[in-house]
């Protein structure tokens, strides 16, 4: 009975270290770059078998939690996916990975003159991040804080590292989706046409007048041109 009885528990302890062995959690880094070396932050890093994500730093760093057997997917806007594999048992691995730039367009999506490229990109740029998106910032205050108390202000939630930086990340997104759609409309081949300007003077015309949001959301096609034409007739009298 007794020989039973410790079978039983040697039996027990091996399943326990062994549950251990499997569960045991690698936390992975490393950093996503291109085939130029260029880094690139915002780069989304998914766990398949956990369904976590991680976003690179604008160092493209990035940091995530794994166990051996775990693949890493790594998607980023215009390149092509790539898939890794986790082969540590326990502790840290360095996983660096090198995207190659491919010509990407949204899945499901009708492509045709109902879209323009800066559309398409907007939405596969959405469907990418939306996971971080469609997270609710958290509040100022607790929903508790008695009426007239004051602001609470809770360091583990609206303060904590996880969301400022998940803040800073709307808002360079914000910045970012801006910054595309003047670039999608003040194009270089498109002022060179209105002022006949090419090479440095082109590309410092462009840079002393280059629009804002605002006023690109503002102006219709033709009146763009115009616009162009009079920060152009301005720009050469200086």
């Known amino acids: 009975m007794m020989k039973q009885i410790a079978r039983i528990l040697a039996l027990g302890c091996m399943l326990l270290l062994t549950m251990q062995f499997v569960q045991a959690q690698v936390v992975v880094?490393?950093?996503?770059?291109?085939?130029?070396?260029?880094?690139?932050p915002y780069a989304t890093v998914t766990n398949l078998t956990t369904g976590k994500h991680s976003v690179t730093d604008q160092g493209g760093f990035y940091r995530i939690n794994a166990s051996r057997g775990d693949r890493l997917s790594v998607t980023f806007v215009g390149y092509i996916s790539d898939t890794v594999q986790v082969t540590a048992t326990s502790g840290s691995q360095t996983i660096n990975i090198r995207m190659t730039v491919t010509s990407k367009?949204?899945?499901?999506?009708?492509?045709?003159?109902?879209?323009?490229?800066?559309?398409?990109d907007s939405m596969a740029r959405r469907e990418q991040y939306g996971y971080l998106l469609d997270l609710p910032n958290k509040p100022l205050a607790g929903g508790n804080t008695p009426e007239g108390a004051g602001i609470v202000f809770s360091p583990i939630t609206r303060f904590s590292k996880k969301e400022k930086q998940k803040r800073q990340f709307k808002e360079n997104y914000e910045a970012m989706e801006k910054e595309k759609y003047i670039d999608s409309r003040y194009t270089p081949a498109l002022v060179s046409r209105v002022t006949g300007l090419s090479g440095d003077s082109l590309q410092h015309f462009m840079r002393d007048n280059y629009p804002s949001y605002e006023t690109m959301r503002s102006l219709e096609n033709n009146d763009l041109l115009y616009w162009i034409t009079d920060k152009y007739k301005s720009w050469i009298k200086k």
Do not use: E, H, M, W
């Open 29 to 40: 880094t490393g950093v996503v770059s291109d085939t130029n070396r260029l880094v690139l």
């Open 105 to 120: 367009f949204l899945k499901g999506v009708d492509i045709s003159a109902k879209y323009s490229p800066y559309q398409l």
